[in-house]
């Protein structure tokens, strides 16, 4: 009976001492414990702002630290080709006939496709302004007008007039990357990309179909096809809401030896432009 006197009288005095006061403020509750006072703070509460609506602190936007690093991904479809030019100084020099070509190296565009893959990297130093760069690979299809076939090690054009390709196709294959300057607009609705790209070669090869008395062929052949091994280029890109447009043309030459025909030595310089999906 003792034992049960002294608890309720033990009950009954938290009871008086511990009075909660709310009037702290709405995220807030005190518990008065007489000399000593337990103050409570729920963050997950909301607030009344100015307009009537309420806000909790996980709703308020967080402050960015500059530089910050972001990663996207983004593929693009497009027009590959290249512009035939003169090399310089050197129109008059004697031509080695092993290399000179007799078939025209002129592409039908309508055909001819560019591919790229790309790892953006977007280094922000401020909300406007940064740095992309990241990596890439880039796919190329070339269709020439002319029915012609390519020697896999010289990559001398050559005109055939005995089989008749109903197919032949050479693609070149590059891992980028790139190193731009980067704008973006205050919504971060449009973004724009200028500078340049580092390319190294990692494979060509020609894919051909042909008739022979009425029976068809299909064969892949891999090689150096003169290609260099390196491509500097130079290029823009423009997105707006993760649609966009890009556009790049070759610093250096994608063959590697000067192309010869009767006239002189010419380089074929290598551009691209097309759409993206995804952002940059």
Partial sequence: MKTIFTFTFALLSFTFFAQTDTTKNDNETEIDLGDVSIIIKDKSKTTKVSDGTTNSDEDKPKEVNYPNVDFETSFGWGVAGYS?????????????????????????????????????????????????????????????????????????????????????KLRTNYVQIPLMLAFRSNNEKWKLALGGTFSYNIGNKVKQEYSIENVDYKSEIKGNYNMAPIKLSVGARLAYKGIGIYANYGLTPMNNLAMENIVGREDLMPFSVGITFGGL
């Fill in 84 to 168: 035939i030019v003169p090399r310089s100084g050197l129109s008059t020099t004697v031509l080695d006939p092993k290399r000179q070509s007799s078939a025209s190296y002129e592409l039908d565009f309508s055909q001819s496709r560019n591919y790229v893959i790309n790892g953006n990297l977007m280094i922000d130093l401020n909300k406007n302004f940064g740095l992309l760069t990241g990596i890439g690979f880039e796919f190329n299809r070339f269709v020439f007008r002319e029915n012609l076939q390519l020697d896999p090690n010289e990559g001398t054009y050559l005109t055939d007039s005995v089989i008749s390709f109903g197919s032949y």
